[in-house]
Nanobody, 124 residues
Framework: QVQLVESGGGSAQAGGSLRLSCAAS????????MGWFRQAPGKEREFVAA????????SYADFVKGRFTISFDNAKNTVYLQMNSLKPEDTAVYYC?????????????????WGQGTQVTVSS
């Protein structure tokens, strides 16, 4: 049974940093792409960042380029989202996802498995 468990959410001041973690278990993910999405209150879920375990695919939403970094710890089967220079508009529930359709990495259709989400709140 595949499980994606996010952690590391919380509160931060504008300009601060948080690191989200997503521990993946239940299958081999070496051929998969891992993505981070977010959903703010009253808005649709949107793409944030994605990377394949192989490293051949890396993609970021324009609004996080230069501020957020997606990375892996292969030994721990864990994917991270380092978030720097946080803004109040980054406030959302952040979701980790895993899927096999690398060519759709920026779209929800690429992903078969989703975590439960972790809340990030940024105050001004």
């Amino acid at each position: 049974q595949v499980q994606l468990v996010e952690s590391g959410g919380g509160s931060a001041q504008a300009g601060g940093s948080l690191r989200l973690s997503c521990a993946a278990s239940g299958r081999h993910f070496s051929s998969y792409v891992m993505g981070w999405f977010r959903q703010a209150p009253g808005k649709e879920r949107e793409f944030v960042a994605a990377r394949s375990w192989s490293g051949t695919t890396t993609s970021y939403a324009d609004f996080v380029k230069g501020r957020f970094t997606i990375s892996f710890d292969n030994a721990k089967n864990t994917v991270y989202l380092q978030m720097n220079s946080l803004k109040p508009e980054d406030t959302a529930v952040y979701y980790c996802a895993a899927g096999g359709r690398h060519w759709l990495a920026r779209l929800e259709n690429a992903y078969d498995y989703w975590g439960q989400g972790t809340q990030v709140t940024v105050s001004s």
